[in-house]
């Protein structure tokens, strides 16, 4: 199931460009048509992303395009997020961070999953 819930209408995030997560076999083609958006993806607003990034390796993730989270990258980033989520953080990004983490740890060693993270709609 999608999980589109921060651009509710009327919240702050409604108009707000997104960053697409989700969970795919290794090398899956994800081309975000009808048929290729993965079952379970999860969108977060480009401001919250932002946020996120600030604080972790998702820093790195250019979030204009499509890229690729191997188990390793998954695993670092599960540790940072579960730091994150201790420290006192406004609703919006412990919500987002939340999210994010109950993705990256559908990543795990032997499953053939990567996390595919794609803001290229996104400016």
Do not use: K, N
């Not at 191997?70 to 730091?83: I, K, N, T």
């Not at 939340?98 to 993705?103: D, E, M, P």
């Not at 990543?107 to 400016?123: F, N």
């Amino acid at each position: 199931m999608h999980d589109d819930s921060f651009r509710t209408p009327g919240s702050p995030f409604e108009q707000e460009p997104v960053v697409a997560f989700a969970v795919v076999p290794v090398g899956a083609v994800v081309d975000w048509s009808d048929a290729g958006t993965p079952a379970s993806t999860l969108w977060i607003p480009v401001s919250l992303f932002d946020e996120l990034a600030e604080m972790t390796s998702l820093g790195v993730v250019d979030r204009r395009g499509q890229s690729r989270l191997d188990v390793d990258a998954c695993v670092a980033l599960e540790e940072e997020l579960m730091h994150l989520m201790a420290m006192p953080l406004p609703d919006e990004p412990r919500t987002a961070a939340r999210r994010v983490l109950a993705r990256v740890r559908e990543v795990r060693p032997g499953a053939r999953y990567e996390l595919v993270i794609d803001g290229s709609d996104a400016g």
